[in-house]
């Protein structure tokens, strides 16, 4: 595709309700990135996959949040039992190499916004 | 742990003002500093990358400047237009954890 896009755009949720947000990369891109965005903040680092393989979720909040790509292409991030505290943009991004290099530009998504009532 | 730090939080300039908007992190062990720009609703587009072997680099009327040793880099907005109103974000992108590292942002408003 042109571009990263995710889905959906807008999430509302009631607290304990389990979510699925979806990412799809830019074709043939290698490194895929999740990131949480609060109201004012900059965006912070969740977790990254090389192809099918996730090398690092060392930021991912709590063991309620669980991110997959199984075919190395589209990701699914998962919220269960979703609390307050999770409402924010997320987002995904994407670049061409692995690992992500000196000269790898990250490619962001339009994020979706989640709102826990 | 890498900081990035961004000031100010929010600028407001007339058009046609030159502006510098700067950037500081804490770890200097960086393969690189990213300079993005956030529309509201919207994801961020990246401006410029600078390596860190380089000094600068220049895109239109953006040129960002990285000073590793001092924790530093600058985005410099030539002749500011209302278009250009936007959050800035700077990041630094880490070796040791290949991570990018967010500031907060500045909030930009180019008065016409």
């Known amino acids: 595709g042109a571009g990263v896009s995710q889905s959906p755009r807008y999430k509302v949720a009631k607290r304990g309700q389990d979510v699925a947000l979806r990412c799809d990369p830019i074709?043939?891109?290698?490194?895929l990135f999740w990131y949480q965005q609060a109201l004012g903040q900059g965006p912070e680092f969740l977790t990254y996959?090389?192809?099918?393989?996730?090398?690092?979720k060392s930021g991912l909040p709590s063991d309620r949040f669980f991110a997959e790509r199984p075919e190395g292409s589209v990701s699914t991030l998962k919220i269960q039992r979703t609390q307050q505290e999770d409402s924010a943009v997320y987002l995904c991004?994407?670049?061409?190499?692995?690992?992500?290099?000196?000269?790898?530009?990250?490619?962001f998504g339009p994020g979706t916004r989640l709102t826990v009532l | 742990k890498q900081e990035v730090t961004q000031i100010p939080a929010a600028l407001s300039v007339p058009e046609g003002e030159n502006l510098v908007l700067n950037c500081s992190f804490t770890?200097?062990?960086?393969?690189?500093l990213q300079w993005f720009r956030q529309d509201p609703g919207k994801g961020l587009t990246s401006l410029l990358l600078?390596?860190?072997?380089?000094r600068e680099q220049t895109s239109g009327r953006l040129n960002a400047s990285l000073d590793k040793s001092s924790g530093r880099s600058t985005l410099y907005i030539a002749a500011s237009q209302p278009g250009d109103s936007a959050t800035y974000l700077c990041?630094?992108?880490?070796?040791?954890?290949?991570?990018?590292?967010f500031g907060s942002g500045t909030q930009l408003t180019v008065l016409p």
């Open positions: 991004a994407s670049t061409r190499l692995a690992g992500g290099t000196s000269t790898d530009t990250q490619y």
């Open positions: 074709s043939g891109h290698v490194s």
């Open positions: 990041a630094a992108f880490s070796g040791s954890a290949r991570q990018l590292t």
């Open positions: 770890d200097s062990a960086i393969y690189n």
């Open positions: 600078i390596q860190s072997s380089q």
């Open positions: 996959f090389q192809n099918e393989a996730q090398l690092d």
